[in-house]
């Protein structure tokens, strides 16, 4: 029964204020131990959580990818993936074909150019409802408003449905692991609400950083099959690692990008003068994007560009800048297009990945 006196004999000195020493007693001591325990040494600071794993590999995925570490495996890799006939009426394209045929057909690895376009009324008139497209992220070659068809193309293409693109591939090809590339120009949280919107994104997400990557080196591509974590994506933003989007320049070496207007420039430097191609650091190897394309895409000079000369390149200038490196990405226009030296830019990439 309680005893609705209490307070007030409590204050006249009755039972309850005899009880009340040995409680304040409890609580200061309750209170002690817990400041001793906050103020610690090192109590202030979580211990870094252990890298994660993903167990013994099913024999599917070291049927597919063997003992190969991802810093060890080799990506065929497109430029511009977005702009191509197929997904969007552009007038100039980097390649053929759509993104989802692109994957169907052994790229790995997409470059993608986010933009932020804010919807347009004026646009939407005199476009007879054909551009009458909400604010959101898309992909544009430049800004979103300028010249169709060369900074932007109709239908506009978003870059949470292009993401999408990308992870359903992946359900439907359980075994494969797809890298993609972000020249980003929209704020992190433009690029937070449009990658909440993909499904099933957050599932295939890898992260170099959770899983330790620094301190104890990439995993096999087997390993992270077997996780499920088969979707790594990079941006040219530093400010967006939370999202699970990883800093290149934190993560992997680059070259210029550019063969220049006649292709001769073979010469292999590196992208960012802070980061070398051939940057060692302790326990941990950069992945390597390599870039073979000129300055601008056309289709006979990517066939001039992607056999021979691509494998020369790999093997005589761009593996010794690199320090021994093998390229990672070879990133390259028009993927399906070659020179007829029986060498394609598919066949270097099996032909690195066959290798010692």
Known sequence: MIDMDTPYRARRGGPAAAA?????????????????????PGA???????????????????????????????FLTTHNSF???EDSRWSSVNQSESVRAQLDNGVRGLSLDTHWYEHSTWLCVISFGSDCYPSDVYLCHGDCKTFAGA?????RQSFHGTMQTVVDFLAAHPQE???VFLEDYVSADQLRQSLGRVRGLDQLLFRPDAWGVRQHGWPKVADLVT???????FSDRSDREQLGVMYDRSWTVANYWSLGDTGDDLACVTRWPDVPLDRQEPGFRRLF?????????TVLTAALDNGAKLRNRVAGQCRTAAGGRTPNFVSVDFHRLSDGSGRTPASIVAELNAGP
Not at 44 to 57: D, E, F, K
Not at 151 to 155: D, E, G, V
Not at 227 to 233: D, F, M, P, Y
Request: charged fraction near 15%; charge should be positive; glycine fraction near 6%.
């Open 177 to 179: 692991f797809v890298t």
């Open 83 to 85: 702009t191509n006939y």
């Open 44 to 74: 202030a600071a979580a211990p870094a959580p252990p890298p994660v794993t993903a167990g013994t590999p099913t024999a599917a995925a070291t049927a597919r990818w063997g003992d190969r570490r991802l810093d060890e495996a080799a």
């Open 151 to 155: 900074t932007y193309a109709l239908p």
């Open 289 to 297: 994007t390599m870039s073979h394309h000129r300055n601008v895409p």
């Open 227 to 233: 996780a499920g974590k088969r979707l790594l994506v």
């Open 20 to 40: 009340r020493p040995r409680r304040t007693g409890l609580r200061l001591l309750v209170c002690l131990l817990l400041a001793t325990l906050l103020c610690a």
